[in-house]
């Protein structure tokens, strides 16, 4: 609640048209965050809710809690997607399309990788490569290269392969980019138009196949039961199979 009068003060505005949660928190029901959530809706605060790369069961969880209890639902999701990061394919684009939510993806040039300056073997001058392990995997510089190839032949920038390859997918809303400069917007925006063929995306599950990830992100949510070893090991008296 404090976080959304902070909010509104700093922008100068008496509503928020949509209000995520940047994570799941897993120490808390999501009955009760609902419920704040809804409590913030009734007060003509926030208009419609969503959340940022929830896992496919805990979005269906949502859903039922919010039928179930006549609790404001749920609208968007907002996960990572790119030629890369393909993993929401598998389940977290089906349960959306299924429940209606529209997906706001994230990173859909790589986080700077599908941008065309990072190569393998050369300097990768990204600010986030200091501190972050994904954007110097060597198996995402592989796929890059093999990238950078595709979109030569089929006459395209990188950026444009990339950002067209996102919004084909009929469960992506929209992808949301972060240009610097007045250029990188300018690139952007003349793709927009670029529609990819079924060839060409054929070519691009060649290299990254559908539903699968290279290499795990940063910053991703990481369910409790992979961080926590006692979560998914039994007491060691017990252990045994007889």
């Not at 922008?11 to 959530?37: C, K, M, W």
């Not at 979109?151 to 084909?168: D, K, Q, S, V, Y």
């Amino acid at each position: 609640m404090t976080a959304v009068e902070n909010s509104l003060r700093r922008l100068g505005t008496d509503h928020i048209d949509l209000y995520q949660i940047h994570r799941p928190d897993p120490d808390t029901d999501v009955e009760e965050t609902l419920s704040a959530l809804s409590d913030l809706i009734r007060s003509g605060k926030v208009r419609a809710i969503g959340t940022s790369t929830m896992p496919a069961s805990d979005i269906v969880e949502a859903q039922w809690v919010a039928e179930r209890r006549g609790l404001a639902r749920f609208h968007t999701e907002q996960p990572p997607y790119s030629l890369l990061s393909r993993g929401i394919e598998r389940e977290v684009l089906p349960v959306a399309r299924r429940h209606g939510i529209g997906t706001l993806v994230w990173g859909p040039l790589g986080q700077g990788l599908l941008t065309g300056r990072v190569r393998k073997g050369g300097q990768n001058e990204l600010r986030r490569a200091g501190f972050l392990r994904h954007v110097n995997d060597e198996r995402r510089l592989d796929a890059v290269e093999r990238f950078v190839s595709l979109a030569g032949e089929a006459g395209l920038p990188l950026t444009h392969l990339a950002m067209a390859f996102t919004i084909a997918h009929p469960g992506v809303t929209s992808a949301i980019v972060g240009p610097r400069t007045m250029s990188h917007l300018d690139d952007l925006l003349a793709g927009v138009d670029v529609a990819l063929g079924d060839d060409l995306l054929d070519r691009i599950d060649e290299i990254v196949p559908p539903g699968t990830d290279v290499g795990v992100l940063d910053q991703v949510f990481v369910p409790p039961a992979l961080q926590r070893a006692g979560l998914r090991r039994r007491p060691v008296g017990e252990r045994s199979a007889a």
